[in-house]
């Protein structure tokens, strides 16, 4: 059982931040329908059904919930996982690489500017994640997590975080990734959030989301 973190009992964590969540994620949904619509269908011819990839992930207090993103992989794509181990640039129990064989063409340009993210919107609008917060974690991960490494899932997980705005391309280090998250945690404030959502937005724009 993983107990919440102390912030998560303050005002601005528990109503603010949740507000500011509702708020944004329902504009962009309204806003960003037609991307979603011409996402969806270029991933479908190009790529075939699914379009959406389901991601089955631990987030707050270690709750397990579904999210989707859009699909950028080949539909085999975990099965092919146990056969590219050797060549995981993550220093632990994530796997990375860089330049991944089982992504398409097009899944390439959707991580590239953080397209395919964007079905969590509606998994921050439902409240298991938020817009800033430490990523959730596969069943896989979280099960070798150390104790002190399972307190990333003591705050409501996000989109975003300081791993993916301080050069996650250039991070290869898992503790060091830990420690972006713990660091987060340890010096939350609403203000912190605000620089992280906008450091978002300028990493999605100069296209540094792979």
Not at 108 to 133: A, C, V
Request: proline residues 4%.
């Amino acid at each position: 059982m993983i107990e919440a973190d102390k912030i998560t009992h303050k005002f601005n964590y528990r109503i603010i931040k949740r507000a500011f969540d509702i708020f944004f994620s329902t504009i962009l949904i309204l806003i960003l329908s037609p991307l979603f619509f011409a996402i969806a269908m270029l991933v479908l011819l190009l790529n075939g059904y699914p379009f959406l990839y389901k991601w089955d992930v631990h987030g707050f207090k270690g709750k397990r919930f579904i999210s989707y993103k859009f699909r950028t992989m080949v539909t085999n794509a975990d099965s092919l996982k146990k056969g590219l181990q050797d060549f995981n640039e993550m220093s632990s129990v994530v796997f990375k690489i860089k330049d991944d064989p089982r992504i398409t063409p097009f899944g390439k340009i959707l991580r590239k500017y953080s397209l395919d993210e964007l079905p969590q919107l509606f998994t921050i609008l439902k409240g298991d994640m938020s817009f800033i917060g430490p990523r959730p974690s596969f069943p896989h991960e979280f099960e070798k997590f150390e104790t002190s490494q399972k307190r990333k899932l003591s705050v409501i997980p996000g989109l975003s975080c300081l791993w993916q705005v301080s050069g996650r391309n250039k991070i290869n280090n898992f503790d060091e990734w830990i420690n972006l998250d713990l660091y987060y945690i340890d010096n939350w404030s609403l203000w912190l959030d605000i620089k992280i959502f906008f450091k978002t937005i300028l990493v999605v724009l100069k296209g540094t989301g792979t």
